[in-house]
């Protein structure tokens, strides 16, 4: 059978940004050694690069570290050769069979049983569903490899230099190299005879998502079990190392104590564990499986347990606390004439570039541009955001809502007054059936306080940093439910007037306004910035501590002008 030539395809994301990491205390699983070291660093991006020196520590005594699992192979078939294949008809209805549901519900299971890297072979009437779906956003989007087929040839799929060839009934597939490097295929749920299946070449697991896809450990942990074949660690490098270069998938590499591979699974190793790799199989074969306690794809974390959750969320903070880095902070500048812009007395900004405004250019000089504020907003970083001076005369920490981190909440409750607001259009916060906290606003700006909230999953009391950046963050979700939140909360969502500061000029309309601009979701955090005496902090202040961490500093009043310009 002639393969169609198409491209690769899989969803197209940001690249992360992964935190730099130290795990102290781990143990290094490469190949079949077994190393345990002082600390070990993940890097920020390849292998190669250095970890920098405030890197945060995370405590990782009794776990094991070794290269992600990148060997799993999951078919998402067409709908009509899913609902025709019998094993289907037993499991489902298949007039409501959703075949891209059940790949939405295998990868995160996959992600959870320690594969960095899933390798979808999606049918191309998939394609738009799997591109607006959550698998195409988010950390698990870095962890799926999708490959679609040609619509002229439904039954071969083509990308990174293999062939995927499905049988006519679409439940299985098959792996072809144009080039000497055989990749074996292990059916799951099969038997296999492990031996046989390491001198075929590379191990690969495969399965559907309508018949069934699981982890490829536990499956090969009964198969080394009834085989001669003595060497675990080996096998282990075959669905690790091995794999991932027989896919295409750029591979996790060797551990090594100074520079551990980026594409990471951590498990929880037992005391009693004598011959690791071996024992660490034998436990997947058991019913309870070896305990994954964190998955990290090109360093970026995509899946922890609740322990690790913690001790990971723990350090960031921590590492915050002592590192005044978010965001990276820059020299304060002395003022002229009460405002300041990023000059420095060799007449450059602080970024580097020729400064050709003056100081003392009274608006202009204390406040950016829209513009620039926009392109900021769209990365991710605070602005700091001015009313006018015969209304609060404030400035307002404001961050999109999808952009708040643990660190950037902790940033936010350092240098505000704390009560942390989150602005959000009616239609969200109706849709989430969360009403005006009192129906008479005595208000004297009528600022239109719901109900208050926190989010229920992964949150415990709901006041910490953490807590109320998953808050906010479940809040901008377009997935998230009523059933969602807890009533009432941490957290005060503020309903914005619809037209935003072209009929209401407030800090909640601004806010909305700027994720609307930034082609973000129209949810967001904001507070007041407070002084360290407890006094608000006004212009010249604000001025200053724009500077310090080179943030930028726009006013409501311009942001409405831009609004009216653009007709927008």
């Not at 959750?309 to 304060?332: C, G, I, Q």
């Not at 209304?391 to 936010?412: S, V």
Request: aromatic letters at 4%; hydrophobic letters at 50%; a negative charge.
């Amino acid at each position: 059978m002639a393969a169609a030539t198409v491209p690769s395809a899989q969803p197209t994301t940001p690249a992360p940004q992964p935190v730099p990491l130290v795990l102290d205390g781990v143990s290094l699983l490469a190949g079949p050694l077994l190393q345990h070291v002082p600390s070990a660093r993940l890097p920020i991006a390849a292998p190669a690069a250095p970890a920098p020196a405030a890197a945060v520590r995370v405590p990782a005594a009794g776990l094991l570290a070794m290269p992600a699992f990148a060997a799993v192979a999951v078919h998402a078939p067409a709908a009509a050769h899913a609902a025709a294949d019998p094993a289907a008809a037993a499991l489902f209805d298949v007039a409501a069979l959703d075949v891209i549901a059940l790949l939405e519900d295998a990868v995160p299971a996959l992600v959870r049983a320690g594969c960095a890297s899933v390798v979808a072979a999606v049918d191309h009437s998939h394609a738009a569903r799997l591109a607006a779906g959550p698998l195409a956003a988010g950390p698990l989007a870095h962890a799926v490899v999708a490959l679609f087929n040609s619509p002229a040839n439904p039954l071969v799929f083509e990308g990174h230099g293999i062939e995927m060839r499905c049988n006519p009934a679409a439940t299985a597939w098959t792996v072809e190299r144009p080039v000497p490097a055989p990749i074996a295929v292990m059916p799951l749920g099969a038997a296999a005879d492990v031996s046989a299946l390491l001198a075929s070449g590379t191990l690969v697991a495969s399965g559907s998502v309508v018949t069934g896809a699981a982890s490829p450990l536990g499956q090969l942990g009964l198969a080394l079990r009834s085989s001669s074949h003595p060497n675990a660690a080996h096998l282990l490098k075959r669905i690790t190392i091995d794999a991932a270069a027989a896919l295409g998938i750029r591979s996790a590499g060797p551990l090594a104590a100074d520079a551990p591979a980026s594409d990471l699974v951590l498990v929880r190793a037992r005391p009693h564990w004598k011959d690791i790799p071996a024992a660490m199989l034998a436990a997947a074969a058991a019913s309870a499986g070896p305990e994954i306690a964190a998955v990290f794809k090109s360093g970026h974390l995509i899946y922890s347990d609740a322990a690790f959750e913690h001790d990971f969320k723990t350090a960031r903070l921590a590492h915050y606390y002592h590192h005044d880095n978010l965001p990276s902070a820059v020299p304060s500048v002395p003022l002229a004439n009460g405002y300041a812009n990023g000059h420095t007395a060799n007449g450059h900004t602080a970024n580097g570039h020729a400064d050709n405004s003056h100081a003392d250019n009274g608006h202009a000089a204390a406040f950016d541009s829209i513009e620039s504020a926009l392109d900021a907003f769209r990365r991710g970083e605070f602005l700091v955001v001015v009313d006018n001076e015969d209304r609060e005369n404030e400035g307002d920490l404001i961050i999109a809502g999808e952009d708040f981190t643990p660190e950037k909440a902790a940033f936010m409750i350092r240098y505000t007054s704390g009560l942390i607001c989150a602005p959000a259009t009616g239609e969200i916060l109706d849709a989430l059936e969360l009403p005006l906290m009192v129906p008479n606003n005595t208000d004297s700006l009528k600022t239109a306080y719901t109900i208050t909230i926190d989010v229920k999953k992964g949150t415990t009391t709901g006041i910490s940093a953490a807590d109320r950046s998953a808050t906010v963050k479940a809040l901008a979700r377009a997935d998230s439910a009523p059933a969602d939140f807890t009533r009432p909360g941490h957290v005060l969502p503020l309903r914005a007037v619809e037209g935003g500061v072209l009929k209401r000029v407030g800090h909640t309309e601004a806010a909305v306004d700027l994720c609307r601009l930034s082609g973000k979701r129209p949810v967001s955090a904001i507070c007041e910035i407070v002084l360290d005496d407890g006094r608000m902090a006004r212009r010249d202040d604000l001025r200053i501590f724009a500077n310090k961490f080179n943030l930028k500093m726009i006013t409501i009043h311009d942001l409405v002008q831009y609004r009216l310009k653009h007709g927008l």
